[in-house]
């Protein structure tokens, strides 16, 4: 059944496996005490734990799907990885419980394109917001977002457990999240804590929410938007690349949501795209139109944003 299954379903089936290694890569640098900081850019932090993170899940895909192309944030990896981060396993409840949408049953490897963030929320991660912190591997096939795992690994569950991890696949639906619906009498945005400005505030303004939640990492804010906890994901910033929202757009959609850039352009994510989601980001959670918003955005945040 694991090695017969169809191509996307043991892709996800396998992310599902390796994200929760690279969490335990994850927790286990923070342990040990020395991040290994080292500063990529302006607001733009690496850690021990985003290089040792994507080693573990870059080397795993690799040995599994040799002819998928896998692009991760840190760029090229030493795939030469201790014995024990080389997970070569699928998730089996999640092969033996869901059945691969039609359209997708029926592909090859170089069809594929895997976005990795091996830790998003970094700056997070270095000020001790841990709960913001996820691990993201985001199919792409054909160049749209279709599939995707967001792993939290320091997600404290009720029963005592620590991390979850959250799939979606479109036509198949979500996993290992119960989603919520957010408030009908109030609206509520969550954007970005670490990288704001003033177009970025102007798009927020116009929106006039209830509540603005600033809170890292693409993957955290896109679990707020499952949560009930906010309607919409607004950043209308160039910052967030491609492996930021692979995943969480494949999981928000899977959902009934919808992800596009500030302009409601889904963003492609074939192998040659430039890594930059220069048009920003907007998520809507399942209900809640992403057209209405969409048109409360000023035209001057849609023109700053009109660059792709
Ligand atoms: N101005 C900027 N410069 C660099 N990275 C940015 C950025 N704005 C957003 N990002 C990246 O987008 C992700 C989500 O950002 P935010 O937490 O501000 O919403 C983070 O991913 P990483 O933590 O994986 O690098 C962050 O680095
Ligand atoms: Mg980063
Ligand atoms: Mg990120
Ligand atoms: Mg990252």
């Not at 990885?81 to 090859?108: G, M, Q, R």
């Not at 991660?125 to 792409?140: C, K, S």
């Not at 505030?201 to 906010?230: F, I, M, N, T």
């Not at 910052?239 to 757009?249: H, L, S, V």
Request: hydrophobic share 35%; net charge negative; charged share 25%.
């Amino acid at each position: 059944m694991v090695n017969t299954a169809p191509l996307v379903m043991r892709l996800v089936g396998s992310s599902i496996k390796i994200a929760h290694r690279a969490g335990h890569i994850i927790r286990d640098v923070m342990c040990r005490g020395d991040l290994g900081i080292v500063e990529k850019g302006k607001d733009d932090l690496q850690t021990e734990a985003d290089r040792s993170a994507q080693r573990c899940i870059v080397a795993s895909l690799s040995k599994q799907f040799p002819n998928v192309t896998i692009i991760g944030e840190e760029g090229p990896s030493d795939l030469n990885v201790p014995d024990d981060w080389l997970i070569t396993e699928s998730n089996t409840e999640f092969l033996e419980k869901h059945k691969c949408p039609e359209t997708l049953a029926d592909l090859k490897e170089s069809d594929v394109v895997i976005w990795v963030d091996p830790l998003d929320g970094t700056s997070e991660y270095t000020q001790g917001f841990l709960e913001r912190v996820t691990v993201l591997i985001g199919i792409a096939i054909n160049d749209r977002a279709v599939g995707g795992v967001i792993h939290q690994p320091y997600y404290k569950a009720e029963t005592g457990d620590i991390g979850r991890t959250i799939w979606g696949l479109k036509g198949c639906g979500t996993g290992g999240i119960a989603p919520v619906k957010p408030p009908s009498d109030r609206f509520l945005v969550t954007t970005t804590r670490s990288h704001s400005n003033g177009i970025v505030q102007s798009a927020l303004d116009a929106l006039a929410p209830d509540e603005v939640l600033r809170v890292g990492g693409a993957g955290y804010k896109v679990l707020q938007l499952l949560e009930g906890k906010a309607h919409a994901y607004v950043f209308a910033s160039a910052g967030c690349k491609k492996w930021d929202t692979c995943a969480p757009e494949a999981v928000l959609e899977a959902n009934g949501g919808t992800l596009t850039d500030m302009l409601g352009r889904h963003y492609r994510y074939g192998k040659d795209v430039s890594f930059p989601n220069s048009s920003g980001v907007l998520g809507t959670v399942a209900g809640v139109s992403h057209d209405d918003v969409l048109s409360k955005i000023p035209e001057t945040v849609k023109q700053a944003m009109n660059v792709a």
